[in-house]
């Protein structure tokens, strides 16, 4: 198979994760993978971010298959079911809405500046290393440790899945896969 510029959008993954290591306020740059799947299934009616463009999916590809890294056994069915993939997707958002709801309180002046990342939406781990405070308003700095941390999460969710079962086992439940797809079948039913 031809491989494509796209092919190499893996590299993106880590340069993400490795740039918001340093500077949490790289953690904006996440926005890119939220806001493209939602333009292409809104104004093309396709998922050709997640097909193509994914660098998350592509890494888990690499990691997977090209380097072995992944046991290779089918995604289980419930991985795909409606129910487990909408669920999910529910329990994304509110973890989402959250985090912008700290984020407001930041902004509002009723909360303060929480210089670290939760990972799985559960543990706190201190981030303070990754931002000089003052360089930008406090609320930009808390979106930047909240996204990182849901973007960091959904990570390691799908690492942990790439490993048990198929390299991109997690493209079966993505919520940002769950959304555009959702969007593609309500512009194809309008169409019809």
Known sequence: MKKHWYHYLWIW??????????????AWLGMIDFLLPLGF??????KWFCNRLCGRGQLF??????????RGRPTPAW????????????????????MLFQTWL?????????EAVKLFWTFRVPWGW???PGLVPDWVAQFSFG????????LLIGLIVMVLFKPRSW????????MTQGICKLKHHDRT
């Not at 930041?106 to 929480?114: D, I, M, N, P, T």
């Not at 996204?147 to 959904?154: E, I, K, N, Q, S």
């Open 13 to 26: 993954t880590i340069v993400y994760f490795a740039l918001g290591f340093f500077n949490i306020l790289f």
């Open 41 to 46: 299934a809104l104004f093309g009616g396709n």
């Open 61 to 70: 590809l690499q990691l997977g298959s090209g380097l072995k890294c992944s």
């Open 79 to 98: 991985m795909y079911s409606k129910w487990f993939r909408y669920g999910f997707l529910a329990f994304f958002l509110t973890m989402f809405g959250n």
């Open 106 to 114: 930041v902004a509002a002046g009723a909360g303060s500046l929480r």
């Open 130 to 132: 990754a931002y000089t």
């Open 147 to 154: 996204f990182y941390g849901l973007m960091l999460t959904a």
């Open 171 to 178: 493209c079966a439940f993505c919520p940002m896969g769950t």
